[in-house]
């Protein structure tokens, strides 16, 4: 059984918090005490972004972290040694790597994950990397029990929500805006009506992204989610802290709300 699968099948109807964060924002030796500050603060999952130059699905804040950290030297094998020297005190937590194909393509997909599996790392979402174009992918996540995390959108149909789900592992994102990260409000009603039909093709738990900010959007959200995504309003957050101690006040400020939030349900 796979970490990811043994914490989102063990929480016995608690809500799962994903934090978001990107690796090496705001600075490169700050992001694994991030990492052990958001779960000692409730984070059931970590999803670690990996730096891209064109983060085409996110928003200005994590385009902005993105190309901060990428000129501060963090790239694809800094963010997994990150996970790894993670790893060192953690080894119950998931992690989650975001980001984009091009970046593992250029690595390799057998070097990629050879890696990530040696590092530590759970799962992998790949915006730009739908299950029609994953196959070789796959394959390769497949023989060392790591998980390809798929995006379902509010303007997905019905037809290819199925198939989505029949290739889903782990659990279901659903993102709940049509646009980039942090762009707008969300409309709750909407996203658990979504939420709920997703349920008509898989049993695997459903994450809601893209639009939380804070315990109230969170608590509206996880009416029918089995996890909450939030990244935009942290990484903002983080881009003024200037010391390990300012980054961990600042993430215990901002998790531990939520996580209080959400406990509550």
């Known amino acids: 059984m796979s970490r990811l699968h043994n914490k989102l099948s063990h929480l016995a109807g608690r809500k799962a918090l994903i934090p978001f964060i990107t690796a090496g924002h705001p600075n490169p030796d700050m992001t694994v005490a991030i990492m052990q500050q958001l779960v000692a603060d409730g984070a059931d999952v970590i999803e ?35 996970v790894k020297q ?52 796959l394959a390769q996540l497949q023989q060392v029990d790591m998980e390809q995390i798929f995006l379902i959108a509010p303007t997905t149909t ?63 959200v996880a009416e029918q989610a089995d996890a909450v995504v939030i990244g935009s309003a942290l990484v903002s957050l983080l881009n003024d802290c200037d010391s390990v101690a300012a980054a961990q006040t600042a993430v215990s400020k901002f998790i531990k709300p939520i996580r209080t939030a959400l406990n509550s349900l």
């Open 158 to 220: 019905d037809e290819r929500k199925q198939m989505i789900c029949e290739h889903a592992k782990g659990f279901v994102y659903y993102v709940a805006l049509k646009g980039v990260t942090g762009s707008a409000d969300l409309d709750s009603q909407a996203v658990n009506k979504d939420v709920s039909s997703i349920r008509n093709f898989t049993n695997l738990p459903v994450a809601v992204g893209f639009g939380v900010k804070d315990a109230d959007s969170a608590v509206a």
């Open 48 to 82: 670690l972004g990996m730096p891209f130059s064109d983060p085409m699905a996110d928003g200005p804040v994590i385009q902005q972290a993105s190309e901060q950290a990428i000129a501060k030297g963090t790239g694809i094998k800094e963010t997994i040694a990150m």
């Open 86 to 137: 993670f790893r060192q005190q953690d080894q119950t937590t998931p992690v989650v790597l975001m980001g984009y194909l091009n970046p593992v393509e250029c690595m390799g997909y057998s070097q990629f994950v050879e890696k990530a599996h040696e590092a530590g790392v759970d799962a992998l979402l790949l915006v730009d990397s739908p299950p029609e174009e994953s196959t070789d992918l």
